[in-house]
């Protein structure tokens, strides 16, 4: 079986630092953020969690901001819990893999050339 995903979208908010500690008492750091990946139209938009581990949640951590375009490869994550009312939650997360940061070009701003110089100031 395979579970990978792959998205385009921008980050919603600051990137979030975690500390976990296991059972057998590692601790780990974690980044977790959001990202909303666009539809059809305004209204198909969809919001991932994403949760980073260790060296990727450092650069997560260090290169991304709010607003910053993100391709994640990741795998497909759910975890069914109780709430505080004693009803079931179904909790999906995208576990990053990799990711990009996608940079926008920069706009030219100089003036085209023309093909050849016209004699006597024409």
Same mark, same amino acid.
């Given at each position: 079986m395979l579970n990978e995903c792959?998205?385009?979208g921008n980050l919603t908010k600051e990137v979030e630092e975690r500390n976990v500690k296991t059972a057998d008492?590692? $601790?780990y750091g974690l980044a977790q953020f959001t990202i909303a990946v666009n539809g059809k139209s305004d209204k198909d938009t969809s919001f991932i969690n994403c949760t980073a581990w260790d060296r990727k949640a450092e650069l997560a951590l260090r290169i991304l901001s709010k607003g910053d375009q993100v391709f994640i490869k990741g795998a497909l994550h759910n975890a069914m819990y109780k709430n505080n009312k004693n009803e079931w939650v179904l909790k999906?997360?995208?576990l990053v893999i990799s990711f990009f940061k996608i940079e926008k !070009? $920069? !706009?030219k701003k100089e $003036?085209? $050339?023309p093909p050849f110089d016209f004699p006597n100031g024409i």
């Open positions: 792959y998205f385009v008492g590692k $601790e999906s997360d995208l !070009a $920069e !706009a $003036e085209p $050339e």
